[in-house]
């Protein structure tokens, strides 16, 4: 079954724990993107990636980073996270090949809600 | 100016009505669009993309695009209470770097 799966569905932190979002996709898709969800902001990406080893920044980068050292995964990384962190938090991927062709939608994971207090 | 721009609703129609979205997009240099539904706490799922100006359809679903007036819009025919969610509008820039999301409108479908 295609999927994007995120680990862990809900976590609670304290500010300035280091953690990690990790999101693993199965579909082979060249390009996997990291997304925040905040009440009536809607959905704002953070960062992006294209293929392995290339990263670049979304809308609201700051606060966060990424790897992309395989195909499959893309981890978020909160280094020392901080209240305004509090968000839910959702991967996405897609494929380049068929976005080259006609466009391609993105596939998202079932979602981490972070709560830092 | 956000790059799109959806009205938050809500948006309350009777069961079996039409359900009409809106959708518009500020970079003439979008390429593909998107609309997603979300039920509350869960994932976007797609149900219709469009590329082309003019309409498509998909079952209940109608998506309709005007690129020379940047808008898209959405129509649901025969709604559902089961419809009731978040839609939310996106759009893929040229370049595909890219995905820009709507901040999404809430329908309610009424018995």
């Known amino acids: 079954e295609a999927q994007v799966t995120q680990n862990p569905r809900y976590l609670i932190t304290v500010t300035g724990k280091k953690l990690t979002v990790t999101c693993s996709q199965n579909?082979?898709?060249?390009?996997m993107s990291w997304y925040r969800q905040d009440p009536g902001l809607g959905l704002r990406q953070i960062y992006y990636s294209m293929n392995v080893e290339v990263t670049d920044k979304g809308d609201v980068p700051e606060g966060y980073k990424v790897s992309r050292k395989e195909k499959r995964n893309f981890p978020l990384i909160l280094e020392s996270p901080s209240p305004n962190q509090t968000s839910l938090y959702f991967c996405?991927?897609?494929?380049?090949?068929?976005?080259?062709?006609?466009?391609?939608?993105?596939?998202f994971g079932q979602g981490t809600r972070l709560t830092v207090v | 100016q956000k790059e799109v721009e959806q009205n938050s609703g809500p948006l309350s129609v009777p069961e079996g009505a039409i359900a009409s979205l809106n959708c518009t997009y500020s970079d003439r240099g979008s390429q593909s669009f998107f609309w997603y539904r979300q039920y509350s706490g869960k994932s976007p799922e797609l149900i219709m993309s469009i590329y082309s100006n003019g309409d498509k359809e998909d079952g209940r679903f109608t998506a309709q695009l005007n690129k020379a007036s940047q808008y898209v819009s959405l129509l649901i025919r025969d709604s559902q209470p089961s419809d009731s969610a978040t839609y939310l509008c996106a759009v893929n820039l040229y370049n595909f770097n890219k995905f820009y999301f709507g901040s999404g409108t809430k329908l309610n479908v009424k018995p």
């Open positions: 579909m082979n898709h060249e390009y």
């Open positions: 996405a991927s897609s494929s380049l090949y068929l976005s080259a062709l006609q466009g391609a939608e993105a596939f």
